[in-house]
């Protein structure tokens, strides 16, 4: 079985759901014979490269809240990401272009470190003072997740180096119907929108075992859209 989930390391959701889908997957009786792929999705394809904004202002700006406000929204994401064991910075973070990292993701697939190289990014930019926007935190990052640090060097100066395959998997997104991540398919017969307890990717991978038609369910849970917003929901549950 392959599930392929498409996400963003700007996404907290993306970050809370590859948790609750790990443990989902770790009692699933099949799980060695699930391959995990990750597809890439930017919410925010327009933001300057190379320009990074402080996350509690960007929320403010992005949806006319007082710095107050934005700090209360984060507050209540980082609580569902402690729930499920992750560390979470509500101060501090940058955020900025993501098409980078997405390149240097697919370099990582290639040389089978992909999921090593995407924890390490989301630990990064959600529970360390680490810029992942930054080129030297970034190979340092690949370094880390077992890759060569010159060839992901030479990944990142050149800046055609596997745009194809991001923009690839952003066009499959949008014939899939994704316009939200984090969003989870499995063997292209069953899908799932948003960070869904960890009680949900087990019943959805038992179902797509049993090869059931793509069905998506949980639309209106927690995630983030194309174009960037991220919503709490009222329970703070994320579900």
Request: aromatic letters at 8%; hydrophobic letters at 40%; charged letters at 30%.
């Amino acid at each position: 079985m392959r599930v392929e989930i498409w996400s963003d390391i700007a996404c907290p959701w993306c970050y809370i759901g590859k948790a609750r889908f790990e443990k989902g997957l770790a009692g699933f009786a099949h799980r060695d014979e699930v391959e995990v792929v990750h597809r890439s999705f930017e919410l925010d394809p327009a933001y300057p490269k190379g320009d990074t904004a402080q996350v509690i202002d960007m929320l403010a700006q992005k949806y006319g809240r007082t710095r107050e406000e934005a700090q209360a929204m984060e507050a209540n994401v980082a609580a569902n990401a402690q729930s499920e064991g992750l560390g979470y910075l509500t101060e501090g973070r940058d955020h900025g272009n993501t098409f980078d990292i997405h390149r240097l993701l697919h370099l990582a697939k290639d040389r089978g470190r992909q999921d090593e190289l995407l924890s390490l990014a989301y630990r990064a930019n959600f529970a360390e003072e680490r810029s992942v926007f930054d080129g030297d935190v970034l190979v340092e990052l690949a370094v880390e997740a077992g890759l060569d640090g010159e060839e992901a060097s030479a990944v990142l100066a050149d800046p055609q180096a596997y745009a194809a395959e991001v923009r690839a998997d952003e066009r499959e997104a949008s014939e899939l119907g994704a316009n939200a991540v984090p969003f989870f398919v499995f063997d292209r017969r069953y899908g799932i929108s948003g960070g869904q307890p960890a009680e949900v990717f087990a019943q959805a991978l038992e179902q797509a075992w049993k090869d059931r038609p793509l069905t998506v369910i949980g639309g209106d849970a927690a995630a983030c859209d194309a174009d960037g917003a991220c919503e709490v929901p009222q329970n703070g549950s994320g579900s």
